[in-house]
């Protein structure tokens, strides 16, 4: 059994759905499985579910473009993804607004949007942010801006491959995940990686921690999934291939884009 240490502020809740949104290719499908690993390592019942695009190749900044993940983490055994999520973390507005039209969010969802779009240099993003984020205050979303990607320039030359790891650690912070398994996690996702890729990623994850601690004034405590069966950290393909081999039968199975498969 792992523990976290308490936030004075930290609610007590029974289960909740987090998403990451971002355009293809900013690592938010990482983050969301290394923080539902985080999450089953510390007791509790998880089910996540990939974001995937509606196109192939879309635009970047469009609602077509969404690419991402679910994590539903409880305090009991979880079976599915669940309805409207509780919190989301965005790389930018527009991505949310696939989401919102599928229904995947309600009022009182709470978002945490990269705020740098407001002051983008091109006046037509800057103007695309600001109506975009009056709608979804409007329609109920507690929307907090944060300059999530600035505070990684201390730590990397390249915030859009990073901050996916620091973005693990505001989650983290939020959700009083053990940081010590954290970066386990951390270490087995980029084992193949230089020893100095390793630090970079570690130290992102700390600033993200720091930073959700310093900049939001909430936190969650989940309570552990109480059971004595021993369990297995696991996802839909490796459950699949353990069951085609404990039945001794010959498959082959296979899907057209790589990076969306495992």
């Known amino acids: 059994m792992y523990t976290a240490a308490k936030s004075p502020t930290s609610t007590r809740i029974d289960e909740h759905i987090v998403e990451i949104v971002s355009d293809s290719g900013e690592g938010a499908q990482r983050a969301g499985q290394t923080f ?41 055994y979880i079976t599915n993804m669940g309805d409207q999520a509780n ?26 949007l990269e705020g740098k779009w407001r002051v983008d240099p091109s006046e037509e993003i800057v103007e695309q942010y600001k109506t975009t984020v009056a709608d979804f205050r409007e329609r109920g979303f507690v929307v907090y801006e944060l300059a999530m990607e600035e505070a990684c320039k201390q730590w ?25 398994i954290a970066l386990a996690g951390i270490n087995a996702a980029f084992a193949k990686k230089s020893e100095q890729i390793r630090l ?28 004595d069966t021993a369990m297995i950290v696991t996802n839909g393909n490796q459950a699949l291939g353990l069951g085609v081999m404990a039945s001794g039968i010959e498959m082959v199975s296979m899907y057209p884009i790589t990076p969306a498969t495992s």
């Open 156 to 180: 990397t030359d390249n915030p859009r491959l990073g901050k996916n790891m620091f973005v693990l650690g505001m989650l983290c912070h939020l959700y009083q995940r053990d940081i010590g």
């Open 200 to 227: 970079v990623n570690e130290n992102l994850l700390r600033a993200g921690y720091e930073f959700a601690k310093e900049q939001l004034d909430f936190c969650y405590e989940v309570p552990p999934w109480p059971h």
């Open 36 to 76: 539902g690993a985080i999450s089953a390592k510390m007791g509790n019942g998880v089910w996540t579910v990939e974001i995937i695009p509606a196109e192939i190749k879309p635009p970047t900044r469009s609602p077509q473009g969404a690419s991402g993940i679910r994590i539903r983490l409880g305090s009991r």
């Open 87 to 112: 919190l989301v973390v965005a790389f930018n507005e527009q991505v949310l607004r696939g989401r919102i039209d599928s229904g995947a969010y309600e009022p009182g969802t709470s978002i945490l």
